[in-house]
């Protein structure tokens, strides 16, 4: 196992690094830019220049880079999918800029108009995004918690994605735990577990899932509810976070935290804690 937690990029983005490096991570996840804005300030290059610098002697990878909130590229409205495919294009450029590994992407919502168009549509910029930019970092497509019009609670619309897209050598899956078991998937006991990931392998193969995002749900199975809990404190639970990371699929994988930074403790509370059911 690999562990991180996703960083803060304020102030010069090499100082990500030292925050990641502080709290002893060994892998990092960042927005490479204001997640809530359409504007990306340009990154300077000696900037980008000492990231990576400092990133390598920290010895830290994966470098995940998160995509910024607002784009979708399921949006049935011609206006909002132009502008979330140009958004993408840019961060795709910033993530490859970074050097990361891994970019990962919520699916978007098709806003009411239906499963499929929102899929076709997804799988069709995809395909627009890696054929004009041919990127060396990964996308990885997140499993979502369901609610309302989004895609992605399911792990058949992340499968018809792949098979849709021409692409597919391209993409993996990035593993949330909080959105999985809000989706109903009942991943906090061995037989919950052990059926999810044979779905995953049937419907995508587990070789596609190269990131874990570690979060406990607040919300009860099948609740829908996308809202973080810290490790052991929520439904899932230390119980069910001990098989998780003990999984012989999902051992050897690297774990980013996306749990509450309620003040300047959570974040190494939760490192510590996961650390702890990882050993014990």
């Known amino acids: 196992m690999r562990l991180g937690v996703h960083v803060s990029i304020a ?3 090499y100082e990500a690094v030292d925050r990641a490096k502080a709290l002893n991570c060994e892998c990092m996840q960042i927005f490479s830019r204001n997640p809530r804005g359409w504007q990306a300030a340009k990154l300077d290059k000696a900037d980008v220049e000492e990231f990576k610098k400092r990133r390598k002697e920290a010895g830290i990878t994966p470098l995940v880079v998160h995509i910024p909130y607002l784009i979708n590229l399921a949006s049935p409205e011609d206006r909002l999918y132009k502008k979330s495919i140009q958004a993408y294009l840019e961060d795709i450029r910033r993530a490859d800029l970074l050097s990361a590994e891994y970019f990962v992407t919520h699916l978007g919502s098709h806003k009411g108009k239906g499963r499929d168009l ?22 990885l497509l997140e499993n979502t918690s369901g609610s309302g019009n989004w895609l992605g609670g ?18 993996g899956l990035c593993f949330d735990t909080c959105h999985a078991y809000a989706a109903g998937y009942d991943i906090k006991n061995k037989k919950g577990l052990d059926e999810t990931l044979k779905k995953i392998d049937k419907l995508i193969g587990i070789n596609k899932l190269k990131l874990i995002h570690i979060n406990d749900s607040k919300g009860d199975l099948g609740s829908h509810l996308d809202r973080h809990q810290h490790i052991g404190k929520g439904k899932i639970g230390r119980d ?6 003990h999984h012989p699929k999902l051992r050897d994988l690297p774990y980013v935290l996306e749990t509450p930074k309620e003040d300047v403790k959570s974040d190494p509370m939760n490192l510590k804690t996961v650390r702890s059911i990882y050993e014990g």
């Open 11 to 13: 102030g010069k983005i």
């Open 240 to 245: 069910g976070f001990k098989l998780i990371l």
């Open 118 to 139: 929102g899929i076709d549509r997804f799988a069709r910029a995809l395909d627009k995004i890696i054929k004009e930019l041919k990127p060396k970092v990964k996308i």
């Open 154 to 171: 399911d792990f058949e619309d992340i499968a018809e994605i792949m098979t849709k897209s021409h692409q597919k050598d391209r993409l």
